[in-house]
Antibody
């Protein structure tokens, strides 16, 4: 059974930093692309970032480019999202999501974690 | 303002059918593969349709997907109260080098 478990969320002040983790199990993590998707309270889904299996291809939404960094440790089956210069508008539930392929761009999001809430507030 | 346009809400009676549209452009829907997601409030999204019309294991054939040019459609037949949720379309945008989602459609089964 595929499982994705996010951790690391919490309350942070504007301008602060936070690192999210997503621990994967139930599939060969090292052979699939992974993504981060967020959802602000009461709002729709917003894709945040993509990383392919060997970490050679990474993409970011314009809203986070230059502030967020995606990475992965295939030996630890873990995906990360380093978030810096956080803004109030970054407040959201952050989901990690698996891609069914390793194509070099997002094809679909076939499994999702339960989400981790990040609140940016003074 | 989402790159993909969906109706904010649709409704129908139990047993009826409904269609949810997703309008995009050449750089996203017309060029790439569309997926659809169901989200019950308070839970994580779930993949319903991928590659425009394919269903993952466990998704009933009451759910279908289609695409024509820059637009895609999710169809749901035999509506059940358990289908009440928000539905999102998603696709890679080759110009933005980003995945884009529609704004979401709230389905009410009256």
């Amino acid at each position: 059974e595929v499982q994705l478990v996010e951790s690391g969320g919490g309350l942070v002040k504007p301008g602060g930093s936070l690192r999210l983790s997503c621990t994967a199990s139930g599939f060969t993590f090292s052979t699939y692309s992974m993504n981060w998707v967020r959802q602000a309270p009461g709002k729709g889904l917003e894709w945040v970032s993509y990383i392919n299996s060997p970490s050679t291809s990474k993409f970011y939404a314009d809203s986070v480019k230059g502030r967020f960094t995606v990475s992965r440790d295939n030996a630890k089956n873990t995906l990360y999202l380093q978030m810096t210069s956080l803004r109030v508008e970054d407040t959201a539930v952050y989901y990690c999501a698996k891609d069914p392929l390793d194509y070099g761009e997002v094809t679909a999001l076939d499994f999702w974690g339960q989400g981790s809430l990040v609140t940016v507030s003074s | 303002q989402s790159v993909l346009t969906q109706p904010p809400s649709v409704s129908a009676a139990p047993g009826q059918k409904v269609s949810i549209s997703c309008s995009g452009s050449y750089s996203n829907i017309a060029k790439n593969l569309v997926s659809w997601y169901q989200q019950v409030p308070g839970t994580a999204p779930k993949l319903l349709i991928y590659d425009n019309r394919k269903r993952p294991s466990g998704i009933p054939d009451r759910f279908s997907g289609s695409k024509s040019g820059p637009s895609a459609t999710l169809g749901i037949t035999g509506l059940q109260t358990g289908d009440e949720a928000h539905y999102y379309c998603g696709v890679w945008d080759s110009t933005l080098s980003a995945m884009v989602f529609g704004g979401g459609t709230r389905l009410t089964v009256l």
